[in-house]
């Protein structure tokens, strides 16, 4: 299984982006899938989650901004982020655990400016 993340850029606080990530196998329908980020010098982080039955987790500090989904038919997932702040910026990855490995996406930048 292979994951790839894009949609990632720079934008203004405030404003909006979409990152999607494209999953190799049709899987996204049977396991949680996550989005996670990595701010500088910091720790990698969970984001957020969509369970098997498709109900969203969100960080605290995200929550009400972001919102996880899925496409089954495209085994996409995706995190619409909206309400942007300068803390928010990081590296996105997209996560599955499938069975019982870990698998990343590659990961795409958000650089969201004050």
């Known amino acids: 299984v292979q994951l790839q993340a894009s949609g990632g850029g720079l934008v203004q606080a405030g404003g909006s982006l979409r990152l999607s990530c494209a999953v190799s196998?049709?899987?996204?329908?049977?396991?949680?899938m996550r989005w996670y980020r990595q701010a500088p010098g910091k720790q990698r982080e969970e984001v957020a989650s969509?369970?098997?039955?498709?109900?969203?987790n969100y960080l605290d500090s995200v929550e009400g901004r972001f919102t996880i989904s899925r496409d089954d038919a495209k085994n996409m997932v995706y995190l619409q982020m909206n309400s942007l702040k300068a803390e928010d910026t990081g590296v996105y990855y997209c996560?599955?655990?499938?069975?019982?490995?870990?698998?990343w996406g590659q990961g795409t930048l958000v650089t969201v400016s004050s």
């Open positions: 196998g049709p899987i996204v329908s049977r396991n949680a």
């Open positions: 996560h599955v655990n499938y069975l019982g490995v870990d698998r």
């Open positions: 969509i369970t098997k039955g498709g109900y969203g």
